[in-house]
C-alpha cells in the first residue's frame, strides 16, 4: 500500500470531521467531544442594546461556525486581553480615532480592524506551534522563543530545524573515529588538543581562552573522560534561552539572548547542509537574487565544501549580521578529524545582556576577519551581487559582503 503524509494541520482535520459530523479517535475527535466548544480566538465586537458581543472562532470547527457570544458567557481572559490588545495597536498604527462608529444603534468595529485582529491570532497560533516544534527537536535544555510585535510575518515556510550538519550525498561529515583520550583530569593531562599539536581552548570556569583562528579539539565519545569534563562544550549545545524574534528595522528576523552571556562564552553552533562549492556556487547565484546570505564556506584547511543553513539548521539561521558582532566564529573537531569538514561554534565576544541581539560578521572566518579591502580573499560564491548591510553600527562597511 501506498502512504502519503497528511500536509494538514490538526486543526483542520479537526474542523473538517466536525463539519461532516465524522468521528476519528487519533485525531482526538470522538463521540465524547464532537460537539465540545472550546474559544479559539475572537474575531469580531459589537454592541446591541446595550450589551457587549464577540464573534467567537471556535477550536476545531470550521469558521462558517462562528458564533456572536456575549462577554458575559466567555471564560477566556488571555484572549480578550489578545483580542483588545490588537485592537489598540491596530488603531494607534492607523491613528484612526473613529474606528468605532455608532450605526443604527449598533456600536462595531470596522472592518480593518477586525481583519488585523483575526490576522494577528491567527499568527499567534502559528509562532506558538512553530515555538512548540523547536523545542520538540532541539537537543539542549534551554528554551528557544520566538516572538513578532512588528507585523503579521509568521513562522518560515521551508525552514526545517536539525542540530547537527546535513550532509549531501556522497559527503562524510564522521570519519570513523575510534579512539579517545585516557586522561582523568583532562586539562592536566597529554588531551586531545594536545594530541593534535594546540592547546586545551578552555580555562578550569569552561571559558574560551585561545584566539580567534587556533582551533579547538574537543573530547569526543570515545575518550575515558566523562560529561562533566571541562574539554565537553561544543558539543553539549547552547546552554542559553534564546528568542528568535522579529527585527523593526527590516532585517527581517533576529535572535536575541534571555540570558546574561560571559565573555568568551560558547553560544550556538552553526548547522546547515553540507554540500560542495560548485554546489555552494549554484545556490549563490538563487539566494544573490532573494536577497538571502546562507553560505558559509569551510575555509580552515580547505575551500571543498559549504554550510547552507537556508533551509536546514538551528538558531544560529536566524541570527543577522553586524560589522561590530558580540559573536566570534571558531572551528571545532570533536567526532571527525577531517579539516575540511570542522563544526562551526560562535563564542561571545565581551558580555551580552540579556534582550541583546546576537550578532556575527557574515565576512568572518574562523583565521581572519575578513573586511571590505580584502574583498579578493572571498570565495566565488561571494564576489556577486552586494547586499547593503543595515547593521547600524558606527563601523558598518556598507554592504553583507
Not at 372 to 387: E, F, N, Q, V, W
Amino acid at each position: 500500500a501506498w502512504y502519503v503524509p497528511c500536509l494538514a494541520s490538526l486543526e483542520t482535520l479537526q474542523e473538517l470531521c466536525r463539519k461532516e459530523n465524522l468521528r476519528c479517535k487519533s485525531i482526538g475527535i470522538t463521540n465524547r467531544n464532537l460537539k465540545s466548544y472550546e474559544v479559539e480566538y475572537l474575531c469580531d465586537y459589537k454592541v446591541e442594546e446595550g450589551t457587549e458581543y464577540y464573534l467567537v472562532k471556535w477550536k476545531g470547527w470550521p469558521e462558517s461556525s462562528n458564533t456572536w457570544e456575549p462577554q458575559e458567557n466567555l471564560k477566556c481572559p488571555l484572549l480578550l486581553q489578545n483580542f483588545l490588545h490588537d485592537k489598540d495597536e491596530y488603531l494607534s498604527r492607523a491613528r484612526d480615532s473613529k474606528a468605532l462608529k455608532v450605526r443604527n444603534h449598533v456600536k462595531a468595529l470596522k472592518p480593518a480592524v477586525s481583519d488585523y485582529i483575526v490576522k494577528k491570532a491567527k499568527q499567534r497560533i502559528a509562532l506558538q506551534r512553530w515555538k512548540d516544534e523547536l523545542n520538540r527537536k532541539k537537543n539542549h535544555k534551554a528554551m528557544i522563543l520566538v516572538e513578532n510585535t512588528v507585523d503579521l510575518e509568521g513562522p518560515p515556510l521551508d525552514f526545517y530545524y536539525i542540530n547537527e550538519y546535513k550532509p549531501a550525498p556522497g559527503i562524510n561529515v564522521i570519519n570513523g573515529i575510534t579512539t579517545g583520550c585516557e586522561c582523568t583530569d583532562c586539562p592536566a593531562e597529554k588531551c586531545c588538543p594536545k594530541e593534535a599539536g594546540f592547546i586545551l581552548a578552555y580555562n578550569k570556569q569552561k571559558k574560551l581562552k585561545i584566539q580567534p583562528g587556533l582551533p579547538i579539539y574537543e573530547c569526543n565519545s570515545f575518550c575515558r573522560c566523562g560529561p562533566d569534563c571541562p574539554n565537553r562544550i561544543v558539543q553539549k549545545g547552547t546552554p542559553y534561552s534564546l528568542c528568535i524574534f522579529r527585527t523593526n528595522n527590516g532585517r527581517g528576523w533576529g535572535v536575541k539572548t534571555l540570558q546574561k552571556i560571559k565573555t568568551n562564552s560558547f553560544v550556538m553552533e552553526y548547522v546547515g547542509e553540507v554540500i560542495t562549492s560548485e554546489e555552494a556556487e549554484r545556490r549563490g547565484q538563487l539566494y544573490d537574487n532573494q536577497g538571502n546570505t546562507y553560505l558559509f564556506d569551510l575555509d580552515y584547511d580547505s575551500d571543498e565544501f559549504t554550510v547552507d543553513a537556508a533551509r536546514y539548521g538551528n538558531v544560529s539561521h536566524f541570527v543577522n549580521h553586524s560589522c561590530d558582532p558580540n559573536l566570534q566564529v571558531f572551528n571545532v573537531f570533536i567526532d571527525n578529524l577531517d579539516l575540511r569538514l570542522p563544526r562551526i561554534a560562535l563564542f561571545s565576544t565581551r558580555t551580552i545582556k540579556a534582550g541583546e541581539e546576537l550578532t556575527f560578521d557574515y565576512q568572518m572566518k574562523g583565521s581572519i576577519d575578513l573586511t571590505s579591502d580584502s574583498a579578493d580573499g572571498l570565495s566565488p560564491s561571494r564576489k556577486r551581487i552586494r547586499t547593503v548591510c543595515k547593521c547600524g553600527a558606527v563601523c558598518c562597511r556598507g554592504y553583507l559582503n
